[in-house]
RNA sequence: GGCCCCGUCGUCUAGUGGUUAGGACACGGCCCUUUCAAGGCCGCGGCACGGGUUCGAGUCCCGUCGGGGUCACCA
């Protein structure tokens, strides 16, 4: 059998993590097999611009290394592969249907309907439609029609007997046909329901396995019904446990955002990525700006292939030990008997880390590059400074996760006049250190002197001041690293020393004292 | 509420009748240390519950409880 998937975002113009997260099962999945990856857009219910909203999927995909055999902007033997550029299909199935008396046409309205379903739940039992509107022959149509009814055609669906589906990730689950409903498939305005659409469509590209998420289970047997109704090929069905809410069971919203905030893993994540927005100068709305979103992680300096090896993770495992996994191990491990049934939550804490991971495991060349992205954009040019870029980067090492990071030393690449300092951390290390001038003004002489601005040198002379002033480094080092970086955290002080220069330090030193 | 799915450390998970229940992230402690990271070592922490079956159950069966999904002229 030729293995063919496929992913079926709607047009919502936003990539969910959980989406991605079944788009990269569905794409694994079919790289392993030698098979083909379908991308179709889902819009049978097209009420804004469609390529607009797809943009940022499409983005978003080929962003992670997801790539698509056939589908939009590549077209295929298929195409088209956009549901409304599809209706004659549609159309035509539907009157299969109907000949064949597998569906009718109905012309309850929408009151009638939903009052028979009230009586159910009243009753505390499974609704089941009188299929008192509908209509069997011309007579029918006829009275309806007179009485000023418009007619919609719904699946007659058995209403005895069971289904029994055999998923590749649950095994077998039983379902019985009276519990279905005569679901609609053809709406009034003659336009077509998903489930309808979506069969057609798996028929035609020859779908050979639906591996989507959980949440379409229970929409299973209709679209069975249909399968079987029209004679069509039956898939393979794999259903994914979806990707919960950080320390819940819940499906992740995008629009749960505000909640989200409350759990300090997740305020975390979106806060470090704030901070570099900010400094880029990036709007960060609710909508823009969020970790639900996988356009967040690029925007702030993600590594893709970290995203899609946490991803990977969330509900499926190789074996007891193995965690870091590039894109090519992962086409070769993947198998769907390794994802888990229950809904995996989403750990903020555990993506970071992986991105730490495969951050670290770049070349120096690598960094640069994306490093640069991020000083630019924040209108910081590195090239005026001419190689200290990969010094700062390589003296930085774990201190950059993301390379969004490379801005918390910004300070290597700003004109020497022009530091800003931390009100804080100079008041803990200066106002209140009194002799820290002092030493300061000591140490700035005998830098002076210094010729040797190498690391190992200047760590010597450090040695030699503190001993002869019989002081801790604590003592000096704290002033000097202010008065050279502004700040109260950085890379190590000979490194900062060095990278800058004897020229730098000094003017630097030399402003400090003129502006403090 | 009906139907369906799920239930191993806080989180992601390994486990397919015999394990001191393993790993990762997080967390705590110690070491290192000029800050912040990182690193090293140690530690905390789990089979939802109750019945069976079996010499033996996290693993199989039943029930209970808990969580979730779905019940649209959304996808």
């Not at 009420?47 to 939009?72: F, K, T, Y």
């Not at 955002?257 to 470090?272: I, R, T």
Request: net charge negative; with cysteine.
């Amino acid at each position: 059998m030729i293995v063919r998937t496929r992913f079926a975002p709607s047009p919502t113009g936003y990539l969910h993590i959980g989406g991605v997260r079944t788009a990269l099962f569905c794409w694994l999945f079919a790289r392993k097999h030698g098979g083909k990856f379908i991308l179709r857009i889902d819009d049978t219910d097209q009420q804004r611009n469609v390529e607009e909203a797809i943009a940022p999927i499409l983005h978003g995909l080929r962003w992670l290394g997801i790539d698509w055999d056939e589908g939009p902007e590549i077209g295929g033997d298929h195409a088209p592969y956009y549901q409304s550029q599809r209706c004659d299909k549609y159309q035509a199935a539907v009157n299969k249907l109907l000949s064949c008396n597998y569906a009718y046409r109905d012309y309850a309205r929408t009151e009638e309907i939903q009052a028979e379903r009230d009586a159910a739940v009243k009753e505390k039992r499974t609704f089941t439609y009188s299929r008192n509107w509908m209509a069997e022959t011309d007579e029918d149509i006829k009275r309806f029609e007179s009485e000023g009814r418009q007619c919609v055609i719904r699946l007659k669906m058995p209403r005895e007997g069971k289904l029994i589906i055999d998923d590749l990730i649950r095994g077998k689950i039983t379902f019985n046909w009276a519990d279905e409903q005569d679901h609609v498939i053809q709406r009034a305005d003659g336009s077509f329901i998903y489930h309808l659409a979506n069969v057609v469509d798996d028929e035609d590209y020859k779908i050979s396995h639906v591996i989507r998420a959980e949440e379409h289970l229970s929409n299973t047997p209709r679209q069975i019904f249909i399968i079987q109704s029209l004679g069509y090929n039956l898939p393979a069905y794999a259903h994914l446990p979806f990707v919960a809410e950080p320390g819940s069971k819940t499906k992740l919203s995008k629009r749960k955002l505000e909640k989200y905030l409350k759990n300090k893993d997740f305020a975390k994540l979106v806060e470090h990525g704030k901070s570099i927005a900010n400094r880029i100068g990036l709007k960060t709305t609710d909508d823009n700006f969020n970790p639900v979103i996988v356009d967040f992680y690029e925007q702030v300096g993600y590594l893709p292939e970290a995203i899609v090896n946490y991803i990977a993770l969330v509900g499926w495992a190789l074996d007891d030990k193995s965690e870091f996994f590039l894109m090519n191990d992962l086409i070769e491990k993947f198998s769907l008997e390794g994802v888990t049934k229950g809904a995996a939550s989403f750990d903020p804490q555990k993506l970071f880390a992986f991105e730490e991971k495969h951050f670290l495991k770049l070349t120096i060349d690598k960094k640069i590059k994306l490093c640069t992205q991020f000083l630019e954009k924040a209108k910081i040019f590195p090239s005026a400074y001419d190689g200290i870029l990969d010094k700062v980067i390589e003296a930085a090492g774990d201190r950059i996760k993301v390379a969004g990071d490379i801005l918390n030393f910004s300070d290597f690449f700003v004109s020497d006049g022009a530091l800003e300092f931390d009100e804080a951390i100079y008041n803990k290390r200066i106002i209140n250190q009194p002799n820290s001038k002092i030493l300061l003004k000591e140490f700035y002489d005998l830098l002076t002197q210094q010729d040797q601005f190498d690391k190992t040198s200047l760590e010597n002379l450090m040695q030699e001041f503190i001993e002869s002033k019989l002081i801790k480094a604590n003592d000096i080092i704290h002033a000097l690293r202010i008065a050279i970086t502004g700040k109260g955290v950085g890379l190590g002080m000979f490194e900062t020393l060095e990278i800058l220069g004897k020229e730098r330090v000094l003017e630097r030193i030399k402003k400090f004292f003129e502006q403090h």
